[in-house]
């Protein structure tokens, strides 16, 4: 089953579906823009309450869809259509932002190394919590600072070294480490910590709650969906 709703609004609604039948394996993708940006908020909370989902960020550093304004990763000094003279705002870093709010997965791939990715992506969807996986996905047409050449120069996978993803300090500084080499893998993984659901003391008892009885007659329920409608 497959949901599209508002921009910026994914991880609300993704929340909402998971907690009413929470049998479903939730996965979300969006981009920079729309998860770090006007969704930003939701991309926090949904963390720190360790909703049992995969959310998918297709980061390419700027706002391809709306033709090339800044987003929240775009570098310093970008001159973009929305900055002409170069942009004043550092960029967010999602990766430590991610493992500071609570999510309990959290990695990083790039589209130029699709049996890595697969591999990142497979592994938080078996990650029982929020799983976040940052993926480089470079703009051909608005960023030409970001491109895969920039990428396949600089990108070293954590798999091909002696890191484990159990260090939270270390991830942390792996996870700022930007220039001549950009760390790609996963960074954190923590399986210790209760996913939203299994806290919820009303999904103890009964199974999902999308699959219970409504406890109201049909006429009522139909009335209340045409009001709201």
Not at 144 to 149: G, S, W
Request: aromatic content about 8%.
């Amino acid at each position: 089953m497959a949901c599209n709703t508002l921009h910026g609004r994914a991880l609300a609604v993704a929340t909402g579906a998971q907690m009413a039948n929470h049998s479903l394996k939730v996965i979300v993708t969006g981009g920079d823009g729309d998860g770090f940006g006007i969704g930003g908020n939701h991309f926090i909370h949904t963390m720190r309450r360790n909703v049992d989902l995969t959310y998918i960020v297709m980061d390419n550093q700027i706002y391809g869809l709306t033709t090339g304004q800044t987003s929240p990763t775009t570098r310093l000094g970008a001159r973009t259509k929305s900055t002409p003279f170069g942009s004043v705002e550092n960029p967010i870093n999602p990766i430590p932002l991610a493992m500071a709010a609570g999510a309990t997965y959290v990695a990083r791939g790039w589209t130029g190394h699709q049996r890595h990715l697969t591999e990142l992506i497979k592994g938080g969807i078996q990650h029982r919590g929020f799983a976040f996986i940052d993926t480089f996905s470079p703009c051909v047409t608005f960023n030409l600072d970001n491109t895969h050449d920039f990428f396949r120069q600089r990108t070293r996978r954590l798999e091909e070294t002696d890191y484990t993803p159990d260090n939270f300090s270390r991830a942390m500084e792996l996870g700022y480490q930007w220039g001549d080499e950009i760390p790609i893998g996963l960074f954190w993984k923590r399986d210790d910590l209760a996913s939203l659901d299994e806290l919820e003391p009303v999904l103890e008892e009964g199974g999902p709650i999308a699959k219970r009885p409504l406890g109201i007659d049909r006429e009522t329920a139909q009335s209340l969906v045409r009001e709201l409608m």
